[in-house]
């Protein structure tokens, strides 16, 4: 498991702020990012819950639309729908350009 703290859009505030992000990867790339407000989170990915693999949060059952998207508040958002959100839509996936971004962030607020 891999937490790192990056920018993340809030999609019903309309702003952009740091927050401690799950990270879902394979050996070279990553697949899901998910915003966790505390502790480990409970956040999932949407092939957990497809494979029910993972029991779903009662929260499940809201969701908000998003560019004809829905993404509910516990399912954790592929990396390329994070990227476009950040408007990093030129980024790779790699676990490196990743950790670029959460560096950026960082040296920014320095």
């Known amino acids: 498991m891999l937490f ?3 920018p993340h859009f809030s999609s019903w505030k309309k702003k952009e702020f740091v927050a401690k992000m799950r990270i879902w990867a ?3 790339s990553v697949l899901y990012l998910g915003h966790v407000a505390k502790n ?6 949407e092939s957990e819950r497809e494979l029910g693999t993972v ?3 009662k929260k499940l059952v809201r ?3 998003i560019d004809s998207n ?3 508040s516990a399912i954790a958002m592929n990396i390329e729908y994070s990227l476009k959100t950040l408007g990093k839509i ?3 996936n790699s676990i ?4 670029n971004i959460a560096l950026e962030t960082w040296l920014k607020k320095l």
């Open 4 to 6: 790192l703290w990056m």
């Open 26 to 28: 394979d050996s070279n």
């Open 40 to 45: 480990l989170g409970r956040m999932i990915t």
């Open 55 to 57: 029991r779903p949060l």
């Open 63 to 65: 969701g908000v639309y």
């Open 70 to 72: 829905i993404y509910k």
């Open 90 to 92: 030129e980024e790779s």
């Open 96 to 99: 490196k350009a990743i950790l």
